[in-house]
C-alpha cells in the first residue's frame, strides 16, 4: 500500500540558511501534519492543513511557514536556519472521511544544521 | 487541555516475559488513543488505537492496550516479548491534533 512520502531524507544546511521540507500524503488523505523530533524527544506537533487550508497551529515559530497545494500534497519553509532546527521532522497524513482518526507517518526528514 | 502521561522512560523485560508499557491521560470528553513504535532512525509506526467498543484493542505484532477510563489509563501489553520489539513507544492522545507522551523505551534481553 501507498505510503506518506518525504523529501529529502537528510538535509544538511547552515546556520541562517533556508531550506524547505515536502511531503506527499497516502492518496486520497486531505490532512496533513508536520511535527519536529528533537534528539531523544517526543514529536512536536507544528501546524496542520486540512482541504489546503491551515487546520491548526502547534509550536511551530515565525521563521517558519508551510502550506499545502492543489494535490494534497504540503510543504514547510524553514527560513534563517538555527542550530536548534537540527531535528527529525515528519510528515503525517489522514483523511477524515471514514471515522478512523488515524495519522500515518512518513519517514521522516533529518535535518542537520551547522 | 489534553494531555498524556508516560511515566516511565525505559522499561526492561527478558524475551518471552510478558510486558506492558504505562499511559495515562486527560481529556475533556471522550478521548482518542493511539500507540505508535519507534525504530532507530525510523518513522512512527501505527500499533493499535482506540475509539470507542471494546476496552481491550488488539494491534499489529501480537501487541494489545486495554482502556480503562477510571484510572484514565492506556497501558500498552505484549503476553511474550520478543528481542525485535526492543523500540521506542509513544502514546497519544487525539486524532485531528495528536499529542504525544514522551516515550517509553523498551529493551528486551535475550
Known amino acids: 500500500a501507498a505510503g506518506v512520502i518525504q523529501s529529502p531524507r537528510h538535509l544538511i544546511k547552515e546556520k541562517r540558511e533556508t531550506a524547505t521540507l515536502k511531503c506527499y500524503p497516502i492518496p486520497r488523505h486531505d490532512t496533513v501534519y508536520w511535527y519536529q523530533q528533537g534528539p531523544g524527544q517526543d514529536p512536536q506537533f507544528l501546524i496542520s492543513?486540512?482541504?489546503?487550508?491551515?487546520?491548526d497551529k502547534g509550536s511551530i515559530p515565525d521563521r517558519f511557514s508551510a502550506q499545502q497545494f492543489s494535490d494534497y500534497h504540503s510543504e514547510l519553509n524553514m527560513s534563517s536556519l538555527e542550530l536548534g532546527d537540527s531535528a527529525l521532522y515528519f510528515c503525517?497524513?489522514?483523511?477524515?472521511?471514514?471515522?478512523?482518526?488515524?495519522?500515518?507517518f512518513g519517514p521522516g526528514t533529518r535535518l542537520l544544521v551547522l | 487541555a489534553q494531555s498524556v502521561a508516560q511515566p516511565e522512560d525505559q522499561v526492561n523485560v527478558a524475551e518471552g516475559n510478558p510486558l506492558t508499557v504505562k499511559c495515562t491521560y486527560s481529556?475533556?470528553?471522550?478521548?482518542?488513543l493511539f500507540w505508535y513504535v519507534q525504530y532507530p532512525n525510523r518513522g512512527l509506526q501505527f500499533l493499535l488505537k482506540y475509539i470507542t467498543g471494546d476496552n481491550l484493542v488488539k494491534g499489529s505484532y501480537g501487541f494489545e492496550a486495554e482502556f480503562n477510563k477510571s484510572q484514565t489509563s492506556f497501558h500498552l501489553k505484549k503476553p511474550s516479548a520478543l528481542v525485535s520489539d526492543s523500540a521506542l513507544y509513544f502514546c497519544?492522545?487525539?486524532?485531528?491534533?495528536?499529542?504525544f507522551g514522551a516515550g517509553t523505551r523498551l529493551f528486551v534481553k535475550a
Open positions: 481529556v475533556s470528553g471522550n478521548p482518542y
Open positions: 503525517a497524513s489522514m483523511t477524515r472521511n471514514d471515522g478512523e482518526e488515524t495519522q500515518y
Open positions: 492543513f486540512y482541504e489546503k487550508m491551515q487546520s
Open positions: 497519544a492522545v487525539g486524532g485531528f491534533k495528536t499529542i
